[in-house]
């Protein structure tokens, strides 16, 4: 996952909402979002890891992990795929203890863990790990929460106020739209992560296109104030085309799909 949007309590009937895109190289396999019977959550699955990038359980609460960039290349004893799956299975207390004990097992990360009324966030690059969010909106790509990367900068605005403009039963094609961004930033505002000019700004837009590596899924939830979790997933394949579509909706005591497109 490579960015992730999230507002919590800016809406009055929309408590939590969260938009993220998910950017891989095409050729690692991954199952598309599906319920898991343990531990219960909504997520797509990783096939070469075991993990996932973003799950979702009954209740609610959302668990998303994005890589850290520095340039150093990528070392870790542990897959970066289980931090949303114990970030939904173990209270804060303890999932902030176990994480600080095994900071240098895990490559560079960002993880947020988030629901209608707060959220919390973890990064193994952060001076001062495990934050507490509160009411606001967020964004987060490959450093830390709230760095000014340009898309961020644009697109937390753009979530800000689509909320409050779109009709609650067209939010999650627009928002779905918008991570469609395809705008790279201009070099003066390009971050220096130690990956070149030229990586920089491939991976510089919303939304990532090429025949290798690339957005491969668009996710977006929203729990309302009638207790309503709703989920879309939409994939991406190569060069940007699309893929299926996916809608799950349910209430906090019940779960069911709405199916596929």
């Known amino acids: 996952m490579c960015l992730i949007l999230f507002a919590i309590g800016q809406h009055p009937d929309l408590p939590l909402v969260v938009a993220a895109n998910r950017d891989e190289f095409y050729q690692r396999p991954t199952r598309a979002m599906h319920w898991w019977s343990s531990p219960e959550m909504l997520a797509g699955r990783d096939e070469q890891s075991g993990g996932t990038w973003l799950g979702v359980t009954r209740d609610g609460r959302v668990a998303a992990v994005t890589n850290f960039r520095d340039g150093q290349p990528e070392r870790g004893d542990w897959s970066r795929g289980q931090l949303p799956i114990q970030a ?27 629901d209608d009324r707060q959220g919390w966030y973890f990064s193994n690059r952060d001076s001062h790990p495990g934050r507490a969010l509160h009411r606001g909106v967020y964004g987060l790509s490959n450093h830390l929460l709230q760095s000014p990367w340009p898309k961020l900068v644009r697109l937390r605005r753009t979530l800000h106020d689509r909320l409050h403009d779109t009709p609650r039963e067209q939010l999650h094609p627009v928002l779905i739209e918008a991570l469609m961004d395809t705008t790279p930033a201009p070099d003066d505002f390009l971050p220096d992560t130690g990956i070149g000019l030229e990586r920089e700004r491939f991976l510089s837009s919303p939304f990532i296109r090429s025949q290798t590596y690339g957005t491969r899924a668009t996710t977006i939830v929203s729990v309302h104030r009638d207790g309503t979790v709703a989920v879309t997933e939409q994939e991406w394949l190569r060069g940007g085309e699309p893929g299926g579509r996916q809608t799950f909706n349910w209430q906090r005591d019940a779960v069911h799909s709405s199916g596929s497109d």
Request: aromatic share 8%.
């Open 88 to 114: 939904l299975t173990e209270d804060v207390d303890s999932l902030d203890q176990h994480l600080r004990d095994s900071t240098d097992r895990f490559a560079g990360y960002n993880l947020i863990r988030v």
